[in-house]
């Protein structure tokens, strides 16, 4: 049996300000983020065998599993689509922006497309098969996956199949699911970080 260990990436300057980025490949981790990082990284080591640390490609994402790389002893490898949703015309805006959206609903936020952007459940597709994939790939061993608030989102949907009260990661945060034979078990939050900022994931 192996595990997935997800990890959403530490505090970002977009974080702190909350506002959806206009470069969001490029935030940078803020000092803070830099010690969630690696009081997630000590937490991996203290309670699983992670064997490999793959990440977004997006900065903030990166320097995390940077940083949980260098914890555990391992080098990152980049899953270009391992991305965070994009907001499309909402970039530059504050977080609370889409609640005045028109169409945004509430009660099915996941359904939610900004013009030039995508839903959560545009994410889901996109993301759920590399975890897939990953599983499929590494079936007895821990795999660190370090990624964004929306993404972690749509793979807790993925995994349970379902939207209706999936968790939102703080920085750093971490949702551990066991998988065995192509199957996922119910996925695990675990409070590993003391440092924490907000748990809001519009910013990814």
């Known amino acids: 049996m192996g595990k997935l260990i997800l990890v959403r990436h530490g505090e970002s300057t977009g974080n702190r300000e909350r506002i959806f980025a206009t470069k969001p490949h490029e935030l940078q981790l803020t000092e803070l983020g830099e010690r969630q990082a690696r009081e997630a990284g000590r937490a991996i080591a203290a309670q699983f065998r992670a064997e490999i640390v793959v990440a977004s490609p997006y900065v903030r994402a990166r320097e995390t599993a940077r940083i949980i790389g260098e914890v555990l002893a391992l080098g990152v490898e980049i899953e270009p689509h391992l991305h965070e949703r994009d907001v499309g015309a909402f970039r530059g805006q ?58 972690m989102m749509a793979l807790w949907a993925h995994f349970t199949g379902e939207w209706e009260n999936v968790p939102v990661p703080a920085n750093c945060g971490i949702v551990v699911v066991e998988y065995v034979a192509g199957n996922y078990r119910r996925p695990l939050v675990l409070n590993v970080t003391s440092d924490r900022s907000g748990a809001d994931s519009s910013g990814g």
């Open 94 to 151: 504050p977080y609370e922006s889409v609640l005045a959206a028109p169409d945004f609903d509430p009660k099915r936020p996941w359904l939610w497309k900004p013009p030039e952007g995508e839903s959560f459940e545009d994410v889901k597709a996109r993301v759920a098969p590399i975890v897939d994939r990953l599983a499929n790939t590494h079936r007895e061993r821990d795999v660190v996956v370090v990624s964004h608030g929306g993404v």
